[in-house]
């Protein structure tokens, strides 16, 4: 685990997802027009054109010599920019006996996967599998079926905890909130943005070209989390190209809180 920060007090600056700043005038300008008025609040619902107040993780577990995983990549890819989503591409292992050795799997994320099965009820984990917001699985990424879940999810969170990244990109706080039974941690996920495509030369694949989109490739914990402000240092030996994608866990239940992102650079 890295090195934390407990500070008692916590002044952070706007918050960033996914690379929008929302300033913090602006959310008290909005708090008080909505206090102002003598109707209850909307139901919120999500919309295509503005990023939701927490973005919505999108984990795709998938692999290079899956037969049926080249189209569940394409289908995270296309939904991969979508105000409001985090897309994260978990390259397993599991398939590398049929005679091809993925080139992005970690035993690691693998072990993310089945972390899964419990929370989820599942009897055994497979790909492509995808968990939006470790609330629910989308098997093989059906198009309908999987932009339906990202809406329900978007419209889901009430009062999460704040990430917020220091201006000198070494720490990131978390703000205060509900701490699920059993507790939450804070987790670092390393990840390129954008696609990446490798050429397959054996196993059910052998010949195709693969595509990939926001490939994780290391995940740290950085540590517990249980309700209370707290900053955290972020991996210090980052790869300049790589984003860095904060996720606040239950332990148990694996239900995502919130995320951010921290872009390249």
């Not at 996914?18 to 909505?34: D, E, F, M, S, V």
């Not at 920019?81 to 292992?93: R, S, Y």
């Not at 098997?139 to 220091?166: C, K, M, N, T, Y």
């Not at 740290?220 to 240092?233: E, K, N, V």
Request: aromatic share 6%.
């Amino acid at each position: 685990m890295s090195g934390v920060f407990s500070p008692a007090v916590i002044n952070l600056p706007p918050m960033r997802t996914k690379g929008w700043i929302i300033p913090a005038a602006a959310l008290a300008a909005a708090l008080l027009a909505a206090g102002a008025g003598a109707q209850p609040a909307p139901k919120r619902v999500a919309h295509r054109d503005a990023p939701p107040p927490e973005p919505v993780v999108v984990e795709l577990f998938t692999a290079q010599g899956c037969a049926g995983c080249p189209e569940a990549n394409a289908r995270i890819e296309a939904v991969a920019d979508e105000p409001g989503v985090i897309a994260l591409t978990w390259a397993v292992d599991y398939w590398d006996y049929l005679g091809w050795q993925d080139t992005f799997a970690r035993p690691e994320f693998a072990q993310r996967q089945r972390a899964y099965r419990r929370p989820l009820r599942l009897r055994d984990v497979s790909t492509p599998q995808v968990v939006i917001d470790g609330r629910r699985q989308v098997v093989g990424a059906g198009g309908p079926a999987l932009q339906s879940a990202i809406d329900e999810e978007a419209a889901r969170r009430i009062f999460p905890p704040e990430i917020e990244f220091r201006d000198t990109g070494d720490r990131v706080g978390v703000g205060s909130g509900p701490s699920p039974a059993g507790g939450a941690e804070v987790v670092a996920v390393m990840y390129t943005p954008g696609p990446q495509t490798v050429e397959i030369d054996r196993g059910d694949n052998r010949g195709r070209s693969v595509r990939h989109t926001n490939v994780v490739r290391s995940v740290r914990t950085l540590g517990d989390w249980t309700g209370q402000p707290r900053l955290y240092a972020l991996p210090a030996a980052r790869d300049p190209d790589q984003a860095v994608a904060i996720l606040v866990q239950g332990k148990g239940d694996r239900r995502i809180l919130n995320a951010a992102v921290l872009p390249p650079g």
